[in-house]
């Protein structure tokens, strides 16, 4: 069975983004439309991509300040010395996490080179009424078959 056509369209923000995820959420939504892939179904995957993206977006800044391996103070067992020890950034963990994310999600909306052949574009829905049908309504809406309240013209 043929599932029915997608019409193309602008999703809502969702109401949780930040202001820098809501950049990143029109930018995304932006790149999508000229492409001519944009639904409004991929509100909640744009969204989540903007969450992530904000997210490695503060991890990347935090690695760019203390670097991937950083110093910290240490106790021994004897619970009176202290020595300088050395470990892994743990925002560089995070990065790394949202970096995978980020990239699965590009996939899913056909953003990569090899997933772009893979998208289809939304259907837009077609008219199947006839061409009097259609003038009949374009009159419809032009004039006016019962008066407004408070028309000078009215009897």
Sequence with gaps: ???????????????????????????????????????????????????IYDRHQRALADIAARGEIVEFDSVLKDGITKVKRTKKNEYLDIAVGCEKNLFAILQSLGLTPVSRSKVKVPAVPKDNRTDEEKTFESLMHRTRLVPSVGDKNAN
């Excluded at 599932?3 to 932006?30: D, M, N, Q, W, Y």
């Excluded at 892939?37 to 903007?50: S, V």
């Design 1 to 51: 069975m043929a599932t029915p056509p997608v019409a193309p369209g602008r999703p809502k923000f969702p109401k949780h983004l930040s202001r820098e995820a809501r950049t990143i959420f029109k930018k995304l939504c932006a790149d999508l439309e000229s492409r001519k892939t944009l639904t409004p179904g991929d509100r909640e995957t744009i969204g989540l991509f903007a969450v």
